[in-house]
């Protein structure tokens, strides 16, 4: 299944370049809600509560009356994830609120899951070089993907991987990963990261795995 993804900045539909360089920038969000309207599930990232340099709270609110959304984006309380949920969210991502001292705080994880049942939960785990990142991806840490899934899988329907390297590239999505990731996990797996194509996408869904698009989507060069 073909995601396709909402990155908010500045109040802003925007693109960036593996999480630092903005590539595209629109102001019309009513167009990509619109555009979007035929899809099971849309992916929506407040990059600024990521960051930590501010929030895209209305704009949100508004986009989860109009499409089916997993929003994720600095949700590190089960505080923030339940505004979410009341924002209309059909399932939260939650990232850097996993991680506590640079190791798995499996205590949150429990935490969310009592809240939310782990089918409306997706755990976000953000590669670069190898290693988790996390804070908008601005942290890193000496977690590898499959560690952070192997103690969490528990407590949630399924993991967003994203590969920082590739991200917003276009270059193609690394498939080698997939076969580590899968043995880390039977949860449902979600991928991003450089996939351009169609055929990327249906490769992947082949293997179980849904794609996160973003900028193929927005360039025009995946036509979906």
């Known amino acids: 299944m073909l995601i396709p993804s909402i990155d908010l900045m500045g109040g802003k539909v925007v693109q960036l370049v593996q999480g630092k360089d903005k590539a595209l920038e629109f102001d019309d969000v009513e167009y990509w809600i619109d555009r979007f309207l035929p899809y099971p599930m849309v992916q929506l990232i407040d990059l600024d509560a990521a960051m930590g340099t501010g929030e895209n709270t209305a704009i949100i609110h508004h986009i989860c009356q109009h499409l089916p959304v997993q929003v994720g984006g600095g949700i590190r309380s089960v505080q923030a994830a ?43 785990v953000d590669s670069r070089g190898g290693k988790v990142s996390v804070k908008g991806w601005r942290e890193g840490t000496t977690l590898t993907p499959t560690d952070m899934m192997r103690q ?12 920082i390297d590739t991200e917003g590239t276009m270059r193609g999505f690394p498939f080698e990963v997939i076969a580590k990731l899968k043995e880390a996990t039977s949860r449902k797996l ?19 795995v849904d794609s996160v698009v973003g900028m193929a989507v927005y360039t025009g060069a995946l036509q979906a």
């Open 152 to 163: 969490t899988g528990e407590y949630c329907s399924g993991y967003l991987y994203t590969h």
């Open 190 to 208: 979600i991928v991003a990261g450089g996939i351009k194509s169609m055929e990327e996408v249906n490769r992947l869904h082949a293997q179980g």
């Open 82 to 124: 339940s505004k979410m949920f009341e924002a209309g969210a059909k399932k939260v991502i939650i990232g850097s609120a996993l991680l506590k001292n640079g190791a798995v705080d499996v205590a949150m994880a429990q935490a969310l899951s009592h809240y939310a049942a782990p089918a409306r939960l997706l755990f976000a």
